[in-house]
């Protein structure tokens, strides 16, 4: 059985994007560190690359990287870092939690990388947990509200009343898509309430996390004629407001139960599961429920009333609103506000049928969020279209793919050109998306279905003008961010040598240098017999050699890089090695130059505590940071594991036969 380093547990609520870029952003970290990786991914569809106990049990640390539920009690008494799936979507931030797993553990050996700040954070914070628990809760109910949503819609193609039976436009089909949606759609609640309280209290919270759910849709009955509680009378919903507290409430009486229950001999834990946890739980959580019903429904109006308010203050407003909440964090908790509130009133919407008040601003509320959520992946293909020089080809690819991405209303896929530049890109995608926001209330477009994008176009009312606001929305932000990119790459064009090509960003989609490996260190780079009095002299060294022999241009600015990466995260390991790293334009080739001192330089933050003797350090184009940077830095950060590697460089002074050991291990 495979032994790992590290494994890690990624999920997001809907489990389409985020959890995937965690997972690799953790793998690439891991490689640089010359570290192996499992990682278990939480996705829409299920548990992916499972950990089995004995992965567990023969790993180093763990990293949780989710905004659900992925039972991180099975890692109890590993060292652990637990922080929401936005914390490792880029490998700089995987790469320093990945280092705080590590340091967690206290060995000597392992790197007290982690500094005081990290340390505070190392427990998981309430805010986290809490968010956590809700959207373990909003994963699960997402996919009933797709479901029965699109298929509601769907009815509506034969007409708008054809389910019902005196109607003139009937028809039995189109009837029983609506049974199936509206059924789906009236889970939705009790399904959310579940599985906030599953998140907490586990298995045994999931039947009053159910019944609280089914209270929230239903409310208190009371019979009209006597004004009083009645089984058979009719009460005020609370909607999806109820199935939150409902669901925290189960989930926090479960605990409870159990401290209760905890005295009672060991041959009862069968009596507590299936008799004493349900019963009381559903008696306690059904209690409060009713007993909270009329605030809560009065809150819950109140919310529908402030939303209708903001509609009533003009589109602009209300599209703002929408479109900043939908752009700000891409699938993240304000996404999901916009959102899950969105979904919340096209419920109330259907339910209340078609031609009323009621319908008409939820269907248009929804479609104002779905235009939003569809911009920021499309502004990103029409930049990559019209300014592809500016892109690297990386780049311009994902934008490509971000066509179908943003057609299908899954906004993720911009994350990874926002992470790079968040101001401005950030600013930009809400702007595109507030501009789609406003003009889709303006038009008037209604949509009866939660999800799917241009899929669900035929049901849309006004439909090519939906899609007309989303291609403004699209093409305002494509010319803003081209813009940016355009400052930007002639910013970096004056700084990089005159010999440099044009189209620079395009050289991230050349391979890695054909040349032998041999080109990468040079005997002449090699620096056997150096004496540095700290770190910082060091790399000053490196930067002017580098210079020097014609790697790079500017030594300011190969130090300045150099520093970037340190204040990251040390680049000291153990055994006296550093690899220090820099990516700059100011940087001509992919090279590593070789710096040893005998007597160990001081002050560089190291794994084991011990001075770095050996630094070899990467230099490397700003084009080819995604490529060669990666490559190289891997393949080192694999050698330095070797003990004959290790104890041939430190031990040599012939700078042909160091050059020649790390030639080999670069192949």
Avoid at 155 to 166: A, H, K, M
């Amino acid at each position: 059985m495979a032994k790992f380093d590290i494994i890690a547990a990624t999920g997001c609520p809907t489990g389409i994007a985020h959890t995937f870029m965690a997972k690799e952003a953790l793998e690439k970290a891991a490689a640089e560190r010359g570290l192996t990786i499992k990682v278990e991914t939480h996705g829409q569809v299920g548990v992916e690359n499972e950990l089995t106990k004995s992965e567990i049990a023969g790993a180093k640390a763990v990293v949780v990287a989710a905004d659900k539920d992925v039972q991180a009690e099975r890692f109890a008494g590993k060292p652990m870092v637990s922080v929401g799936v936005s914390k490792a979507l880029s490998v700089e931030a995987a790469g320093k939690l990945i280092d705080r797993a590590l340091a967690a553990k206290g060995d000597s050996t392992v790197a007290a990388a982690a500094d005081v700040e990290d340390e505070v954070e190392e427990k998981e914070s309430i805010g986290h947990i809490i968010y956590k628990h809700l959207m373990n809760g909003v994963s699960h109910m997402l996919v009933f509200v797709v479901a029965g949503g699109v298929l509601t819609a769907v009815s509506f193609l034969w007409g708008i009343t054809s389910f019902d039976s005196t109607a003139s436009d009937y028809n039995s089909f189109a009837a029983m898509l609506k049974i199936i949606g509206g059924i789906a759609m009236n889970l939705m609640v009790p399904v959310l309430s579940a599985y906030i309280a599953e998140s907490i209290g586990k298995r045994p919270a999931l039947v009053p996390g159910f019944v609280a759910g089914m209270i929230a849709i239903q409310g208190l009955p009371v019979n009209a004629e006597t004004g009083m509680i009645d089984a058979g009378g009719a009460g005020v919903g609370f909607g999806f407001l109820g199935g939150i507290v409902g669901g925290f409430l189960a989930g926090y009486v479960i605990l409870l139960l159990e401290k209760v229950f905890a005295g009672l001999p060991k041959n009862l834990d069968g009596l507590k599961a299936i008799f004493l946890y349900p019963l009381f739980s559903t008696a306690i959580v059904g209690l409060v429920m009713l007993g909270i019903s009329g605030p809560m429904a009065a809150i819950n109006t109140a919310m529908m009333d402030f939303l209708k308010g903001l509609s009533a203050s003009g589109a602009v407003v209300l599209g703002l609103a929408i479109g900043c909440m939908c752009a700000f964090d891409m699938g993240g908790p304000v996404n999901k506000a916009a959102y899950v509130t969105g979904t919340a009133m096209l419920t109330e919407a259907l339910a209340a049928g078609v031609g009323t008040d009621t319908y008409n601003f939820g269907t248009n509320f929804m479609a104002a969020v779905s235009a939003a959520c569809i911009v920021p992946p499309l502004i990103t293909t029409f930049a990559v279209v019209v300014g592809k020089k500016y892109f690297s080809q990386e780049d311009h690819d994902a934008g490509v793919v971000n066509l179908i991405l943003g057609c299908t209303h899954i906004t993720e896929g911009a994350i990874p050109f926002m992470t790079k530049n968040i101001w401005p890109v950030m600013p930009i995608m809400m702007l595109g998306s507030s501009i789609a926001s406003i003009l889709t209330i303006m038009f008037n477009v209604h949509d009866p279905a939660p999800h799917g994008g241009f899929l669900v176009l035929p049901v849309v009312e006004n439909g090519p003008l939906w899609v007309l606001a989303i291609l403004i929305g699209a093409v305002v932000g494509g010319i803003l961010f081209v813009a940016f990119k355009k400052y930007d790459f002639e910013k970096n064009q004056k700084a990089a040598p005159a010999a440099k090509s044009v189209e620079a960003p395009k050289a991230a989609a050349v391979e890695a240098p054909k040349a032998e490996a041999a080109d990468f260190v040079k005997v002449e780079n090699v620096f056997v017999a150096e004496d540095f009095a700290s770190r910082d002299e060091a790399l000053s060294f490196v930067s002017n050699q580098a210079v020097k022999a014609g790697i790079a241009n500017d030594a300011d600015a190969v130090m300045n890089a150099f520093l970037a990466r340190e204040a990251e995260g040390t680049t000291g390991m153990m055994e006296g090695f550093a690899i220090p790293h820099a990516k700059s334009d100011a940087i001509t080739e992919a090279a590593v130059i070789v710096v040893k001192d005998e007597s160990g330089v001081t002050g560089w933050d190291t794994m084991d505590g011990a001075p770095v003797n050996v630094a070899i350090a990467l230099l490397i184009p700003g084009a080819q940071a995604g490529t060669t940077h990666l490559k190289i830095l891997s393949k080192v950060a694999e050698a330095l594991m070797d003990e004959d590697f290790r104890a041939t460089v430190k031990g040599s002074t012939d700078a042909a036969e160091i050059a020649k050991t790390i030639n080999a291990r670069l192949v």
